[in-house]
């Protein structure tokens, strides 16, 4: 199984949808959950936090669930500049707080 | 907002060459890192940092890798002798104590072996 795995897409929705993102990792003593974004060529910049209890931000929300250590990030309201690579990321537990990448799920939001 | 400084942003080099990539964290950080992220595919952890030392390595960080805090804000990742599966992006991130911090990441550097 891969350390943290996500459906690479593309998500191809027009502006106003709502999209899901889904994530599943397979440490199950990760502590720490995150959603970063990255568009083309750019460094990853960290979107949320994901926490036990869910979590919202404006239009994203993000949800965990530990025992089926499993990540999503729901976007509503989808505008044209959410358009990126949407990177799943869980710190590793036995480490210096190194973070796992998923490869990530392309979203392509369309006029 | 506190930046992840890096410098070059670009860097061509020729194969077997030695290359440095600078980095300036944010100052009250206290882990630094390296990751890299070749084209296409997911971004990898190269080397974690603290107290001035390595803190953990991956396998990709083999023997012709090394890094550095040389004088208490500069973080360098030297390539001894570069291979052409070393093109890459490089980024470089710090971040506070605590694993539900997540990192600032600087720009990366772009490094094009040839």
């Known amino acids: 199984r891969k350390e943290v795995e996500q459906d690479p897409g593309p998500f191809n929705v027009p502006e106003g949808a709502t999209v899901a993102f889904n994530c599943t990792y397979s440490n199950s003593a990760s502590q720490s959950f995150f959603w970063y974004r990255q568009d083309c060529r750019k460094e990853p910049k960290l979107l949320m936090s994901?926490?036990?209890s869910g979590n919202e931000d404006g239009r994203f929300t993000a949800q965990l669930n530990r025992a089926s250590q499993y990540i999503s990030l729901l976007i509503r309201d989808s505008k044209l500049s959410d358009s990126a690579t949407y990177l799943c990321v869980v710190n590793w537990v036995d480490s210096s707080y190194k973070l796992i990448f998923g490869s990530g799920t392309r979203l392509l939001v369309r006029p | 907002e506190p930046e992840v400084t890096q410098t070059p942003s670009h860097q061509v080099t020729q194969m077997g060459q030695e290359v440095i990539l600078r980095c300036v964290p944010i100052s009250n950080h206290l882990y630094f890192y390296w990751y890299r992220q070749i084209l296409g595919q997911k971004v990898e952890f190269l080397v974690s940092f603290y107290n001035n030392e390595i803190s953990e390595k991956s396998e990709i960080f083999d023997d012709q890798f090394s890094v550095e805090r040389p004088d208490g804000s500069n973080f360098t990742l030297k390539i001894r002798s570069t291979k052409l599966e070393d093109s890459a992006m490089y980024f470089c991130a710090s971040s506070e104590p605590g694993r539900s911090y997540g990192y600032t990441f600087g720009s990366g550097t772009r490094l094009t072996v040839v």
């Open positions: 994901v926490y036990s």
